[in-house]
């Protein structure tokens, strides 16, 4: 069998355009300054946010979610048990949208953080997300900002999944450049 030049050259063309255009769509999702994947679920959203912020599902790893959810009696503190069928489709949701599953910078950045079978609850206490907080210095927790745990006090749009620092703004102290 015989290949031709401009078979292999029509080959190597499109395997290119596909791995181009694959990487154009990913960096597209990166572009409007998502670092990681928005909430997309109305149940989460309603049942998690209306107490706190509704943390991305790429902000944990899958076993983290897994022990945060089946735990829903000692919340932090507090009885936010659901009914069987709304926890258990919530954590199907958590899992499946996991930093382990996520192509996102920042649920990459938080996967390689992650050792054997390590399970924090606290995304605050991730070894990657409290090492950017450390960089804060505790005068600023003196005024409005009491802790780094409600994403959304400083970070402007992380709602939307982007924890730029170009979008940083600490109650009481202003634009954070560091």
Not at 52 to 58: D, I, S, T
Not at 68 to 95: C, K, P, S, V
Not at 160 to 168: A, L, V
Request: charged share 30%.
């Amino acid at each position: 069998m015989r290949i031709r030049f401009g078979h292999l050259l029509l080959a190597g063309v499109l395997l290119f355009g596909v791995v181009g255009f694959a990487q154009a769509d990913r960096d597209e999702a990166y572009s409007g300054g998502v670092d990681v994947a928005p909430v997309n679920n109305p149940l989460y959203s309603e049942e998690c946010g209306a107490c706190h912020f509704a943390y991305q599902p790429g902000l944990l790893p899958a076993r983290s979610w897994h022990k945060l959810m089946t735990n829903l009696e000692d919340h932090f503190g507090e009885n936010a048990e659901l009914d069987n069928r709304d926890q258990q489709a919530l954590l199907a949701y958590l899992e499946r949208n996991s930093a382990d599953h996520a192509s996102a910078r920042l649920s990459r950045k938080i996967r390689r953080y992650f050792r054997g079978d390590e399970s924090v609850v606290r995304i605050s206490k991730i070894g990657f997300i409290a090492h950017e907080h450390d960089e804060i210095p505790q005068r600023v927790f003196k005024g409005k900002l009491q802790d780094v745990t409600n994403c959304n006090d400083c970070h402007e749009r992380a709602a939307e999944g982007s924890y730029r620092e170009r979008e940083i703004r600490i109650p009481g102290y202003g634009r954070w450049d560091d």
